[in-house]
């Protein structure tokens, strides 16, 4: 991202700070070097992504190995971000009229085979129960991986009349799928997610639903919430859910160039309501059967928090779904001040409160140099340092996580500052990563030029180019530069309405965006 | 419950205004003897409790059956209810400075070995994966039945120094006991619920947790939210959790005398610290083990809300958690009084929604005697009935669901009375239900006595006596009465501090409670 370099150095500059404050009266303090020597290692190197990542995560105290393969342990300050999420996705898909309600974990395996699409995709990922209560159950269980089929096979029985109809629900839940290569957040055994499920009347009535649910539901959350710039369009038939007509996707390009798919919205036609004979008595007093469609979101977009924003000092949050949108860090150096500082920072943070900000002051017992480290490492977007002179002049410090600007604030204009500060800090998060998503955006001609874009690691992104539909052609991209087809974009940046295959060179309409995924 | 039997003969009275009333212009609608029939049925006779139970359950659209052997289908009316619970119980758990976090589903076998009690108690209940992506696992892995083995192993690595305590973590999450008679709700193979797992430096700390969160988050949500009058007091060594040291409990009086055990709080002292061997160091420079605790409460409370306040009409729901607290129900025969009428029916709407009422207009196309029926069976606890004759009056009828009180109001008025109603009822379902508890509670001097009460069906209840402490007098009594004691209450009905063993007669000085549970 543009900002990422910037950082560098910071660290440096708030240990020095560090290293001149001294906590008071305290046996037990870790010596300064040591503290600091956390912030130091593994983050500043963000050529290798990767490690990069997981170190943030596991500083940041968003996750943590669990002794179970492939599962993670969603630590508070990741759960948080989650709770975040969910009240964000909740409150979208109950404002476009849909319903929560909750399905059995367990599926019967007979169920899956019922769409065969379906059962070749999911099948090898399956966790399956063969013991219930001591005894080996006659049908095994399969713990659910997505819900289509128990959920079909009870529409089958609530959908009767077109006057059913819509049914629009969604449900919270985990779900399980054995994944070879685990990753937190992006790739793991186990992840929390939604799913909704609706049952409608006519295939025009089930794609305007798929739309919604991408549009409305999902961008608009993850822009408007996560500041994350989507790009949205439809998947090849290769890339598509199994079992679905067609699968919409919104697709975030990471601090790394790589492309993270965000949420999916399906159109499943006729497929799983005639696998599971979901039909309904018309108003024409014939019986039909129904359209359906799925859309997923998941623990994912936490992973993609991170890596679109974060940089060499960790975590960037936005804004709106920071757990902690202020982080208060008292200065002190003799206990007298201490008393004196405490009384202003307890005024202040009732007065960020009351205007609705997220605020917490840490009394730790580190300097705070250490404390600017590691609220940057958590990313809230906003630091209020307040110190004993501050109270004299009846101000505080605040600075910014994003551009590290420092502004000194009379008190009484503290709370008001800071929400500006916080809804320009929540656009200057998604300016800065549409900027990187339109730098590291390119185009292709032929097949060399796409693969030296794959190849060039330090300005990897999305490559756009024609594409003539076949499979094959795909398929051998992919093998040949790990690139696969995002999407087919609904906005195209070129005019043109055909163009020549980036592969084989025939004649082609679909334009296609490529990338390396996670 | 008092108010049960008093409804008798509402449904007929509303069927009588429903034939009354016609809709207009519709060719499909139900003919109203049919619409109303399935009112009438299973309903009315309360006698046969468990058979109400599961018709209110049905017919109020708050469950479903599954096709999976114990699992329930969660609707979205019976969803709302526990969106309710999570956020009331949220909210506390959260003010008593507690944060979220999630574990893995999955505990491998091993772990839930290493407490002997815990894995006697938990092991005939278990569901188990023996196969995940197509291969036969080294170590099968049980689906979660509680977490307090996974938490464990994994605070052990968590806590290092005294300055690491306490831990105050708590996850939702479904959870999976194999349970051979299931009830939807009550007794389920899976359910939600949220379980709590905290780390201490003292038996005291640990102890004061243990009492805090059954006072301040569980009694205090089911009393102030859920209207549900809580017995609250210590199980018995025979009813504990599987591994505690001491368990507490809330436990309810349903509306057939049967007591709901409602959420548990457990001191595990240093069970489960030994068993994953949980240590600090602590400020004396010496390594100590940890104490724990863990608490839970679950998807059985909506069986208890169900239970505690329903009656012959079906459900009444506590305006504090009801998902619609004002149905509006428009009265109409003609077009251009339809027109009229919504009008009107828009303008309250607003104004009750801008007052913060949960509302909702029922449009449908049955009669009006169809829709008071329907939403008395849902147990909305107002009713608003909007006609020409009130737009010209400027008026609306308000009706309580649970005295069926009606009352004309001013339009300008209606919020405000609805906001005051809506207050009054929250306290009235208190107000009867512990009035129930309080008819339905008796003391035993004797065995005698004791099974005489259990025997009497129509009048059953708790019945207080002392008890030796005798395990042995315990499972006697059960197995003769059916009865077990729900709690050692804190608060006793007597001032004597012994007296003689209601079964052995032996000197006693636990006075118990008992009584038949769920």
Redesign the interface.
């Known amino acids: 991202m543009a900002t990422k370099k910037k950082a560098t150095g910071q660290a440096a500059q708030n240990d020095e700070q560090a290293t001149q404050q001294k906590t008071t009266g305290q046996n037990?303090v870790v010596p300064v070097a040591e503290q600091e020597a956390r912030f130091v290692e593994d983050l500043a190197d963000m050529d290798d992504f990767a490690q990069w990542y997981h170190a943030v995560v596991r500083k940041a105290d968003m996750a943590?190995e669990?002794?179970?393969r492939g599962?993670?342990?969603?630590?508070?300050y990741?759960?948080?971000l989650?709770?975040a999420i969910q009240r964000g996705l909740d409150e979208r898909i109950k404002l476009t009229g849909h319903?929560?309600?909750?399905?059995?974990?367990?599926?019967?395996m007979s169920?899956l085979q019922k769409e065969a699409e379906h059962v070749e995709g999911f099948?090898?990922?399956?966790?399956?129960?063969?013991?219930?209560?001591?005894e080996e159950l006659t049908e095994?269980?399969a713990?659910r991986p997505t819900s289509e089929t128990?959920i079909g096979?009870?529409y089958a029985r609530w959908v009767q009349s077109y006057?059913d109809l819509p049914l629009l629900?969604n449900q919270w839940?985990?779900v399980?799928r054995?994944?070879?290569r685990t990753r937190p957040f992006l790739r793991t055994?186990?992840f929390?997610w939604q799913e909704g499920h609706t049952v409608h009347r006519t295939e025009e009535e089930a794609e305007a639903e798929t739309l919604k649910i991408l549009n409305e539901v999902y961008v608009d959350f993850a822009e408007k919430e996560l500041a994350i710039p989507m790009l949205k369009g439809r998947k090849s038939t290769t890339e598509k859910f199994a079992g679905a007509l067609r699968s919409y996707s919104m697709e975030a390009m990471m601090g790394d160039g790589k492309a993270l798919q965000a949420g999916t919205s399906h159109n499943l036609g006729q497929n799983f309501a005639k696998a599971f004979d979901i039909q309904f008595l018309d108003a024409d007093g014939t019986r039909k059967l129904a359209w359906t469609t799925s859309w997923g979101a998941s623990t994912r977009l936490i992973g993609g928090v991170i890596m679109v924003h974060g940089d060499e000092s960790g975590l960037k949050l936005p804004p709106r779904v920071a757990p902690i949108q202020v982080v208060i860090v008292p200065i002190w150096r003799k206990d007298e001040e201490r008393a004196l500082v405490a009384d202003a920072v307890a005024a202040v943070e009732r007065d960020l409160r009351a205007a609705g900000i997220r605020v917490k002051s840490d009394w730790r017992e580190q300097t705070p140099g250490f404390k600017f480290n590691d609220w940057e490492l958590r990313g809230v977007p906003l630091r209020l340092e307040l110190g004993p002179k501050d109270v004299q002049k009846d101000q505080a410090v605040l600075v910014r996580r994003d551009t590290r600007a420092k502004e000194f604030v009379p008190r009484g204009e503290l709370a008001a500052r800071a929400s500006t500060l916080l809804t320009e800090i929540q656009q200057a998060l998604f300016d800065a990563a549409l900027a990187f998503r339109q730098r590291r955006t390119y185009q292709a001609n032929d097949f060399a030029e796409l693969a030296a874009r794959m190849a060039d690691r330090a300005n990897l992104g999305f490559v756009e180019a024609w594409w003539c539909g076949d499979a094959q052609c795909e398929a051998e991209i992919k093998a040949r530069t790990q690139a696969t087809i995002r999407c087919l974009p609904f906005a195209r940046s070129t005019t043109a309405t055909e163009g020549a295959c980036v592969y084989c060179g025939k004649p082609a309409q679909e334009w296609a965006v490529f990338a390396k995924a996670y």
Chains 1, 2 share one sequence.
């Open positions: 037990d943590d669990s002794p179970v599962c993670m342990i969603i630590k508070p990741g759960y948080a989650w709770e319903e929560n309600l909750y399905f059995p974990l367990f599926i019967p169920f099948a090898p990922e399956l966790a399956v129960v063969t013991i219930g209560g001591g095994p269980l713990v128990i096979h009870t006057r629900y839940a985990n399980v054995w994944e070879k055994s186990e929390l």
